[in-house]
C-alpha cells in the first residue's frame, strides 16, 4: 500500500514547482554558457534533430494550412504519413510549430527541450508525492535528478522520446495503482498515450509493462494474484484498443521500410557485451543511484532486515533493466533487434526505477536529528566546489569528454573522464548520506544540499552534452536553405532534387516541395531499391534527391533543382548561397502508355537499365546513351559472370581509367560505380575513385555515403572530354564505367509521351485526361502502397505494381477522370477499435462494472499474465543470449 505521508518541512505546492524550476534553472544556465538562444544566435539542435525531427515538424506545420493533410507526405515521392507523425512528431508539444517561424525552428528547439525536461521534473515529483509521500523534501532532489538524467541530456535529439521520459513515471504510478489500489482506468490510459506518443519506444514500455507485472506476480500474495493478473489483462486490452488506430496501421508500414533484417543472424554474429563507454555513462550521470542502493541494502542486510515487496520489486526489475546496458544480445531485442546508434533507448526506465528504489530506501532512513551547522556549511563548499570543478574540468577536457557528441559513441578516453567526475559526485552523495544517518543534517538540508550536487551533475554533464553540440548546426547557412521556400509555384504535381547533397535531405519536403528525398525509419523498401537502381543516391534508411540522369529525371516529374548560387546562368530564385533552376523535358506524375510494365525492374546495371525503360516507354529500338570505353594504366582490369574487377598493377605506379570522348552534339556525361542496392551504411564500393573531368577534379572520392548514385560530369557539346578515374583501392561492382546522354534525342523523344497532369489535394491526386489516342495505362510515378484507392470515371480500379515501386491504372478511351485517395492500410479498422475501447473504458467509468468473481476467469488472467512474462523474458533476455552463445 501507500507509504503514510511526512510532509517534510515544504509546502506542498513546492513538490512540484520546484524540481521544474530548478531543471530550467540549470538548463538556462547552460544556454547563457554556450550562447544559445535566447541568450545567442546558436540552437543545440544536431543528429537526429536536423536530419529528421526540424524537417519534419516543418512539414506538420505545412499538414495544418488549407489544403494539408496528416496522412500523406509528399517526401520519398509520396507517402504514408501517418506512421511517421506517431514515429516523431505526436507530442502536445509539437503544435507549438505553428505558432513559430520555419527559419527559427532551430531556436524552437531549445525552447522545447527545456519544456520537455521541465516536465520530466514535474511527473517525477508527481509521482514521488503519490507513491511514497514519507520521502518529503527529499522527492525534490530525485524528481531534478530524472530531468537532469544521462538520458535526457544524451538523447534530446529525438524530441518525442522526452515526452516518453516524461510519461514513464505515471506509468508507473499506474501500474502500482493498478496492483495495490485495483485502479484499471488510470493504467489503460496512460498506457494507451504511451503507444500514441511514440510506438518505438511504447514497445519498450510494452516489455517493462510485462516485467513488472510478472515480477509483482512473483512478490504477491497467492490469494491476490488472480484479480490482479485480471485486472491487468482488462486494462492492457482497453489501452491495446484505444490505441489502436495508431498501432495497427504503423506496424503494417514498419513491415514495408526498409528497416528489417535478420534478427537471429544478427543475434548470432552479436558480441556478448555491449558498447560500455557509450552506455554506462548515460547511467553514471545519475550518480545518486548507486550510493543510495548500496548503502541503504548492505544496512538492511546487514542487521537482517526483510525486504518489504515494493523494494523486492525494484530489485528485480532494477536488474532487469540494467542487464543489457552490458550483455549485447539483450540489448539489441530491447531494441526490437537491431540499432544503429543511441544504444539504451530505453535507459530512462533503468534510470527511474533505480531512482524509485533510491526513495523507497531514503524514506525509512529517519534518524535521531542532532543537525551540525559546521557540517551542513561544509557540504555547501563542498557543493559548490564541485560546480566549479565540474566548469574547469570541462574546459580542460572537452574535445575528450564530448567525444559522444562528434561520433554518437564514447571512447575509452571519453568514459575515463566521465568515471573520474561521477566517482567524485558519487563520494559527495555517499558523504551526505553518511551525516544523515547520523542525524547530523535534518531531513530538510540534507534534501536541499542533495539537490546542490544533483545541480552540480546536471551542470556538468549539460556541458558535456548540449553546450559541446552549439556549433552542430550552422544557423544562418541552414536558414538560407530553408528561404528557398515558397518560391516555386503551386497547382501541377512536380519535384524537386538537389544536385548534391547540400544539407539534410528531409530539408526539401521541411521547405514545402514534394521530392524524393527522405530519411526516417520508415522510408519504404522498395522504393529505397527502386531509386537506387535507377541512379539515385541514398545509404541505411536515407534516400537523397541528388543523383539519376536528366531522363529518370524527366520521368520522375523532377521540374527544379536545387544548386549553390552561381552555378546556374538561369536561376528562379537565389539567395547568395543557394539558388533553383529549372529542369527541361519534365514530364508529369502519370504517362499514358500502352506498354506492359513488369512488377519489377529487370537486372542489370544503372544505366543500361535506363536505356530499357526508355525503349520499353517510347515502344522504340533507339538509344539516348552511349557507353564509352577507357583505356586503362597501372590497372589490372576483369570481367566475368557481369562483375567488373579492377586492382593496381604492383608493377605501376599510377593506376588510373582514362577516356578520352569525341562528344558529337550535345551529351551530358555520366560516371558510375556500383554494385547492388542494399540499406548498409557503407558499401565496399565506396571510397574506389577519385574523378576529373578535363583535369578539373570532380569528386576527390566516389562513391561515397553521401554521393552514390550516378555522377555527373557535365553537359558538354562538340568537343573532346578527357575524363579520369583514379583508383585508390580494388574494386568489385556490377556498373562500371562513363555513359553519354544525348540531349537532343531526349527532348525530341519526350515530347512524344503523352503526360497526365495531376494536381494534389489533402491525401490524393485528382486529374482529368483526353486519352485521344486510346492509350491501355497511365504509368503513375508514385511509390506504391497498399492504401490508395484509384477511381476513373467514378469506378474504382485496380492499380497495378510496376517497375519495383510504382504503378499502373486502366484508362478508359476519351475523357478520365482520375481520382487517387491514400487511406493508410490498417487505419479503418484501428479507428473502430479506438471507438470501441474509448466506449468500453467511458462506460466503465460511468457505470463502474465490477470484475468477474468466478477464479475461472482469475485463473485463464494469471496464466496469461504469467505467460506474457514468461515470454518476454524468453524472447528478450534467454534466447538472444543463448544464440549469441551456442548459435
Known amino acids: 500500500m501507500v507509504r503514510k505521508s511526512f510532509a517534510g518541512q515544504c509546502p506542498g505546492w513546492a513538490f512540484f514547482v520546484v524540481p521544474p524550476l530548478l531543471t530550467a534553472l540549470v538548463l538556462g544556465i547552460l544556454y547563457a554558457v554556450g550562447g544559445l538562444y535566447p541568450f545567442g544566435g546558436k540552437t543545440l539542435a544536431w543528429c537526429d534533430m536536423n536530419q529528421q525531427v526540424i524537417p519534419l515538424m516543418m512539414q506538420l506545420k505545412d499538414a495544418f494550412r488549407s489544403n494539408g493533410t496528416l496522412l500523406f507526405s509528399s517526401a520519398a515521392g509520396g507517402m504514408n504519413f501517418w506512421g511517421v507523425l506517431f514515429f516523431f512528431l505526436a507530442s502536445p508539444f509539437s503544435l507549438l510549430c ?272 542532532r543537525p551540525d551547522r559546521g557540517i551542513a556549511w561544509a557540504f555547501v563548499g563542498l557543493a559548490a566546489a564541485l560546480v566549479c570543478f565540474g566548469f574547469i574540468y570541462y574546459q580542460k577536457y572537452a574535445a575528450a569528454l564530448s567525444c559522444y557528441v562528434r561520433t554518437l559513441w564514447g571512447n575509452q578516453r571519453s568514459f575515463r573522464g566521465i568515471l573520474l567526475f561521477a566517482g567524485v559526485a558519487m563520494v559527495c552523495y555517499e558523504l551526505l548520506l553518511m551525516a544523515r544517518r547520523r542525524g547530523k543534517l535534518s531531513r530538510a538540508l540534507f534534501s536541499a544540499l542533495t539537490t546542490l550536487v544533483v545541480l552540480a551533475e546536471g551542470l556538468f554533464y549539460g556541458q558535456v552534452y548540449i553546450v559541446s553540440a552549439k556549433d552542430k548546426l550552422n544557423v544562418a547557412d541552414w536558414q538560407k536553405a530553408v528561404g528557398l521556400a515558397g518560391q516555386l509555384p503551386e497547382g501541377e504535381f512536380y519535384r524537386v532534387k538537389s544536385d548534391r547533397k547540400r544539407f539534410d535531405v528531409n530539408l526539401i519536403a521541411g521547405m514545402g516541395y514534394p521530392t524524393f528525398a527522405h530519411y526516417t525509419s520508415l522510408t519504404p523498401a522498395d522504393t529505397l531499391e527502386t531509386m537506387k537502381r535507377l541512379g539515385y543516391s541514398g545509404y541505411w534508411m536515407e534516400l537523397g534527391a541528388h543523383g539519376g540522369t536528366a531522363f529518370s529525371d524527366a520521368l520522375l516529374a523532377v521540374r527544379y533543382q536545387i544548386v549553390p548560387d552561381g552555378k546556374t546562368e538561369a536561376p528562379l530564385f537565389q539567395n547568395g548561397r543557394y539558388a533553383i533552376e529549372e529542369l527541361p523535358g519534365a514530364l508529369p506524375l502519370g504517362i499514358a502508355t500502352d506498354a506492359e510494365l513488369p512488377a519489377a525492374l529487370p537486372d542489370g546495371s544503372r544505366i543500361p537499365l535506363q536505356q530499357w525503360l526508355f525503349r520499353k516507354l517510347l515502344e522504340t529500338d533507339g538509344s539516348i ?91 558538354f557539346e562538340d568537343e573532346t572530354v578527357v575524363v579520369t578515374a583514379k583508383l585508390v583501392k580494388p574494386v568489385h561492382c556490377r556498373s562500371l564505367g562513363v555513359w553519354g546522354l544525348d540531349r537532343e534525342k531526349l527532348s525530341s523523344s519526350l515530347q512524344t509521351l503523352q503526360g497526365v497532369t495531376l494536381t494534389q489535394k489533402g491525401n490524393g491526386f485528382t486529374g482529368v485526361f483526353e486519352n485521344t489516342d486510346s492509350k491501355a495505362y497511365c504509368l503513375l510515378t508514385l511509390p506504391w502502397d497498399d492504401g490508395y484507392r484509384v477511381t476513373v470515371n467514378g469506378k474504382a480500379v485496380v492499380p497495378q505494381r510496376c517497375l519495383g515501386a510504382f504503378f499502373t491504372i486502366p484508362l478508359d478511351a476519351g475523357e478520365n477522370r482520375i481520382q487517387i485517395v491514400l487511406m493508410p492500410k490498417g487505419l479503418p479498422a484501428g479507428l473502430v477499435l479506438s471507438i470501441a475501447g474509448a466506449l468500453a473504458l467511458a462506460l466503465w467509468g460511468w457505470k463502474g462494472f465490477a470484475l468477474p468473481k468466478r477464479r475461472f476467469w482469475g485463473g485463464i488472467a494469471l496464466w496469461a499474465s504469467w505467460g506474457a512474462a514468461g515470454a518476454a523474458v524468453l524472447a528478450v533476455y534467454l534466447l538472444p543470449l543463448g544464440l549469441c552463445l551456442f548459435g
Open 98 to 369: 505553428l505558432l513559430v517561424e520555419k527559419k527559427d525552428f532551430p531556436f524552437l528547439m531549445n525552447v522545447l527541450v527545456m519544456l520537455k525536461l521541465s516536465l520530466c521534473a514535474l511527473t517525477a515529483a508527481f509521482y514521488f508525492r503519490k507513491r511514497v509521500p514519507a520521502l518529503g523534501t527529499l522527492a525534490v532532489p530525485l524528481s531534478t535528478a530524472y530531468a537532469l538524467c544521462g538520458y535526457g541530456l544524451m538523447y534530446y535529439q529525438n524530441l518525442v522520446w522526452l515526452d516518453m521520459m516524461a510519461l514513464f513515471p505515471l506509468l508507473m504510478l499506474s501500474l502500482w495503482m493498478l496492483a495495490e489500489q485495483e485502479k484499471v482506468l488510470p493504467y489503460a490510459l496512460v498506457m494507451a498515450a504511451a503507444v500514441a506518443i511514440n510506438y518505438y519506444i511504447g514497445y519498450m514500455a510494452v516489455l517493462f509493462v510485462l516485467l513488472f507485472m510478472g515480477t509483482v506476480l512473483a512478490f504477491s500474495p497467492k490469494e491476490g494474484r488472480r484479480r490482479m493478473a485480471l485486472r491487468f489483462v482488462i486494462g492492457s486490452g482497453a489501452a491495446a484498443a484505444l490505441s489502436a488506430a495508431i498501432w495497427l496501421p504503423s506496424f503494417i508500414q514498419y513491415l514495408s521500410s526498409g528497416r528489417g533484417g535478420d534478427i537471429v543472424k544478427g543475434l548470432r554474429n552479436s558480441s556478448l557485451f555491449g558498447q560500455f563507454y557509450t552506455n554506462l555513462p548515460l547511467f553514471l550521470a545519475t550518480g545518486m543511484v548507486i550510493p543510495v542502493l548500496a548503502m541503504l541494502l548492505q544496512r538492511r542486510c546487514r542487521q537482517g532486515q526483510s525486504r518489504p515487496q515494493a523494494v523486492r520489486v525494484h530489485l528485480a526489475l532494477f536488474g532487469m533493466l540494467v542487464l543489457p546496458f552490458v550483455l549485447e544480445p539483450v540489448n539489441k531485442m530491447w531494441h526490437t533487434g537491431s540499432y544503429m546508434a543511441f544504444s539504451v533507448r530505453y535507459g530512462f526506465m533503468a534510470i527511474f526505477v533505480g531512482l524509485s528504489l533510491a526513495g523507497e530506501l531514503l524514506s525509512d532512513v529517519r534518524p535521531k536529528e
Open 625 to 715: 546513351f552511349t557507353q564509352y570505353q577507357p583505356r586503362q594504366a597501372g590497372c589490372l582490369y576483369q570481367y566475368a559472370d557481369g562483375r567488373h574487377q579492377l586492382a593496381k598493377d604492383p608493377g605501376q605506379q599510377d593506376h588510373f581509367l582514362l577516356w578520352e570522348i569525341p562528344v558529337e552534339g550535345v551529351q551530358t556525361l555520366y560516371f558510375d560505380c556500383f554494385d547492388k542496392a542494399t540499406n548498409a551504411l557503407k558499401e565496399p564500393v565506396n571510397d574506389s575513385f577519385q574523378i576529373a573531368v578535363n583535369g578539373q577534379e570532380i569528386a576527390g572520392s566516389y562513391p561515397t555515403q553521401a554521393l552514390n548514385g550516378l555522377l555527373e560530369l557535365g553537359t
